[in-house]
């Protein structure tokens, strides 16, 4: 390069960081007192509310759907705006401009008086219940399944409980299946240091606090690095946009209730009963190879929090012969929210979907 | 971010920053995966919550002397309100349900439960779709979404 290029090179920059401080002194104060962004603002009708279960369906956005109504089962620990954050970056409205009748059990933060609910309830009574008022809605007897995390994993146990049942299709995301893949989850519930039964004797439903702190401890420069980022990214208000709204969802944990989280740290955790098909659910056996209807797993390949090991063997062990495996670039949350999910996730799974929802 | 040259000192910075953070990532975990940091984080937690328990305990009981309503009055009042609302949505739908039924033509109004993804439209039939296409063109892009995604999304958070 030479010398009069560098130098409006380096003009043109300081000029470029100068404007970008400006802007970063102008829209952070705006940061610091204004409201985010709102999220899941897709519309939909709650048809259901019991408790800590929530069920919703989305309005359609075409003249035309599937055949087969879409339930999305949401993780415990977290709310399922995820799927939902904004226009042009929602899962559900991409769902629906695609022409799927789109449904999603989410839940509430469990009351005190929930404390006592365990897998069994989700598996047996609240995702059952789900299916059934969306088969009544619907008019449609056929249901296709969407799980993401620890909904995948509850769906995967309920879908062994009733291989006859209705639902014909389940795609699943990041779903847990060998907890001894989790090492750091594993290391830090291990029985030697933690009292699960103290604990939830303690608190009745195990608190969010607990458990965001775990899942900050995977990653603990994400606060800090993420900070400084979004300082450095002010003047950019889609990055702004984009960080405001994966922090709340981030920090917006739930409590889970207390006996489900006792028999989940003592059932996977400690004992790895689902990988070894030893895990039952009110006396009845949970055999992953009793699955037989076509199953599309997704997983990310930088999951810290279901690293890629943790969530591989649900494909090798269930019983369907129409099943696959995808590995895509991404983390946890990225897999399925974001500029990655946009262009890797999404199509691919209304690709698998489409054809299986007529 | 920006493009790095030797000259660059905000490029730099970033690119310090980059690594400062994967360096203590690697190294925290690296102690978060020892017995020694589960042993005391585990007695950390437990340490924090009987103090919680003795504090909540003590704001209860100075409630219940200024004839105050406690945490748990407050707790069970909202669950009752969250069971009569449960109760609300029940009834709604019970209610939209029956109209549904009394108004079939009304309730045949919503989408058809037609659709066939594109690649089993038989050709024939390709161009009456274009032509009067179900859903809007428009609105079957997602071009404007990943755009702006693409325009801006949060590293570190969207890694996780």
């Given at each position: 390069?030479n010398a009069?290029?560098?130098?409006?090179?380096?003009?043109?920059r300081v000029?470029s960081e100068i404007?970008?401080?400006?802007?970063r002194?102008?829209?952070?104060?705006d940061?610091?007192?204004?409201?985010?962004p709102?999220?899941?603002?897709?519309?939909r009708e709650l048809l259901h509310?019991?408790?800590t279960?929530?069920?919703?369906?989305?309005?359609?956005?075409?003249d035309e759907?599937?055949?087969?109504p879409?339930l999305?089962?949401?993780?415990?620990?977290?709310?399922?705006?995820i799927l939902?954050l904004?226009?042009?970056q929602?899962?559900?409205e991409?769902?629906?401009?695609?022409?799927?009748?789109?449904?999603m059990?989410d839940?509430?933060?469990?009351?005190?008086?929930?404390?006592?609910?365990?897998?069994?309830d989700y598996?047996?009574?609240f995702?059952?219940?789900a299916?059934?008022?969306?088969?009544?809605?619907?008019?449609?007897q056929?249901?296709n399944?969407?799980?993401y995390?620890a909904g995948g994993?509850?769906?995967?146990?309920?879908l062994?409980?009733?291989a006859?049942?209705p639902?014909?299709?389940?795609?699943?995301?990041?779903?847990?299946?060998d907890?001894?893949?989790?090492k750091l989850?594993?290391?830090?519930?291990?029985k030697?240091h933690?009292?699960?039964?103290?604990?939830v004797?303690?608190?009745?439903?195990?608190?969010?606090?607990?458990i965001?702190?775990?899942?900050?401890?995977?990653?603990?420069?994400?606060k800090?690095?993420g900070?400084?980022q979004?300082w450095?990214n002010?003047?950019n208000?889609e990055y702004?946009?984009s960080?405001r709204?994966f922090?709340?969802?981030a920090a917006d944990?739930?409590?889970l209730?207390?006996?489900?989280?006792?028999?989940?740290t003592?059932?996977f955790m400690?004992?790895n009963?689902?990988?070894r098909?030893?895990f039952k659910?009110?006396?009845?056996a949970?055999k992953?190879?009793r699955?037989r209807l076509p199953?599309?797993h997704a997983?990310?390949?930088?999951d810290h929090?279901?690293?890629?090991?943790?969530?591989k063997?649900l494909i090798a062990?269930?019983g369907s012969?129409?099943?696959?495996e995808?590995?895509?670039?991404?983390?946890?949350?990225?897999?399925?929210a974001?500029g990655n999910?946009?262009?890797?996730l999404w199509?691919r799974?209304d690709?698998?979907?489409g054809?299986r929802?007529t | 971010?920006a493009?790095a040259?030797?000259l660059d000192?905000?490029?730099?910075?970033?690119?310090?920053l980059?690594?400062?953070?994967?360096g203590?990532n690697?190294?925290?975990s690296q102690?978060?995966?020892s017995e020694?940091f589960?042993?005391?984080?585990n007695q950390?937690?437990?340490?924090?919550?009987?103090r919680?328990k003795?504090t909540?305990?003590l704001v209860?009981?100075?409630?219940e002397e200024?004839?105050?309503p406690?945490?748990?009055?407050?707790?069970?009042?909202n669950?009752?309100?969250?069971?009569?609302?449960?109760?609300?949505?029940?009834?709604?739908?019970?209610l939209?349900?029956?109209?549904d039924?009394?108004?079939p033509v009304?309730?045949?109004s919503?989408?058809?439960?037609t659709?066939k993804p594109p690649e089993l439209v038989?050709?024939?039939?390709?161009p009456?779709?274009?032509?009067a296409p179900a859903?809007?063109a428009?609105?079957?892009?997602?071009v404007p979404?990943?755009?702006?995604?693409a325009?801006?999304s949060?590293r570190a958070?969207a890694?996780?």
């Open positions: 390069m009069p290029v560098a130098e409006a090179s380096i003009a043109e000029r404007d970008r401080a400006l802007q002194s102008i829209k952070g104060l940061y610091l007192g204004s409201d985010g709102k999220l899941g603002s897709t519309p509310r019991r408790g279960m929530a069920l919703y369906r989305y309005r359609a956005l075409t759907v599937y055949r087969v879409l999305i089962v949401m993780a415990l620990t977290n709310r399922g705006y939902d904004a226009p042009g929602s899962l559900v991409y769902l629906l401009r695609q022409g799927y009748d789109v449904f059990l839940w509430n933060a469990p009351r005190s008086d929930e404390k006592h609910l365990r897998m069994e598996v047996l009574d995702i059952p219940d299916v059934r008022r969306v088969q009544e809605t619907s008019g449609e056929d249901v399944l969407v799980g995390c994993m509850l769906s995967t146990i309920y062994t409980l009733h006859d049942g639902v014909q299709n389940f795609a699943t995301f990041t779903t847990p299946i907890f001894s893949e989790m989850f594993s290391q830090w519930s291990d030697k933690f009292d699960v039964d103290k604990l004797d303690t608190t009745g439903n195990a608190p969010p606090d607990m965001y702190s775990a899942f900050d401890m995977l990653r603990p420069t994400d800090a690095t900070t400084l979004v450095d002010m003047w208000d702004v946009k960080y709204m922090d709340r969802w944990i739930l409590p209730p207390g006996e489900y989280f006792r028999q989940a003592k059932s400690w004992d009963q689902l990988m098909d030893k659910v009110d006396g009845r949970v992953l190879s699955i199953v599309l997983i990310a390949e930088h929090i279901v690293p890629y090991g943790a969530a063997p062990k269930i012969t129409d099943k696959e995808i590995v895509l670039k991404g983390g946890h949350v990225s897999l399925v974001g999910a946009i262009k890797r199509p799974l690709a698998w979907l054809k929802s | 971010m493009d040259t030797p000192p905000l490029a730099m910075w970033r690119e310090m980059a690594q400062v953070e994967k203590v690697q190294l925290a102690s978060v995966k020694k589960a042993k005391a984080a950390l937690s437990s340490a924090n919550r009987a919680r003795m909540q305990a209860s009981r100075y409630s200024f004839n105050l406690t945490h748990s009055d407050i707790e069970a009042i669950e009752r309100l969250q069971a009569l609302e449960d109760r609300i949505v029940d009834i709604a739908t019970t939209k349900r029956l109209a039924a009394l108004a009304a309730s045949a919503g989408p058809a439960r659709r038989p050709p024939a039939a390709a009456v779709a274009a032509a859903v809007p428009a609105a079957r892009k997602v979404a990943r755009k702006r995604a325009a801006g949060p958070k890694s996780r």
